[in-house]
């Protein structure tokens, strides 16, 4: 699934494996999409997008990762008290406490990330773009950790930072280097420390193309043009390998 690809509820379903996904599960993840299409409304992300594409995209990779059914309702309705008009107290009624809490986490973690973002433009206002120490980042991602009681609102934070970042283009070229920073220095790390290794290595791919665009493009040429050099190692090896499993009879492909 492409970051700009357009998603549905049933590419969320598809995600969940089919012994959990009973009739029950499915009407309980579409009531907080419809929810959240109608809070959303006609909004639109600042890549042009209709916003509710964001939660569904954040939804698409809770349940890809096998979060259960309370953390992927949350994640389609993230964003809802922060830019519509649905309340908690609407989503504890229509969801229970723990969906409406994890939505509240997500709601605070969001209030301290604006207050990252501000410190960095100012430190651009001021001239001093200098990066964050280990030390100073390392007690945000602490702060991140403590601000959530329940680890989850975490994973649904760092599902939202990699859909944010899979469409970065919507931002201004200043506003796409700071945010790369802080996904580099806070969001990647946090991801690593969960054993979330894939969204730990795309945020920091997706990260160096800005932060650093030299070394990126540096990189991704010697990865293509050694492409074929690693083709030929890999079939030189299933060729061997299938050698192997032939000499002592085992069917395999």
Known sequence: MTAREALDISDVFEQIPPERRSDAV?????????????????????????????PLAVAFLLADLGMDTDTIAAGLLHDVVEDTDITLEQIAHLFGE?????????????HIEDQISKEHRDRVMARNERPRGEQESESLRKMFLAMA???RVIIIKLADRLHNMRTIE?????????FANETLEIFAPLANRLGIWQWKWELEDLSLRYTAPETYNEIANLIHERRPERQASIERHIQILRKKLEEENISAE
């Open 170 to 178: 919507g931002l201004s070229p200043e506003r796409r280097k700071s």
């Open 98 to 110: 723990q969906v409406a809490n994890l939505v509240d986490g997500v709601t605070k973690l969001e």
């Open 149 to 151: 009681e329940d680890i």
């Open 26 to 54: 499915l009407a309980r993840i579409r009531h907080a999409y419809e929810l959240a299409a109608k809070g959303h409304g006609e909004q639109r992300r600042k890549t042009g997008d209709p916003y509710i594409q964001h």
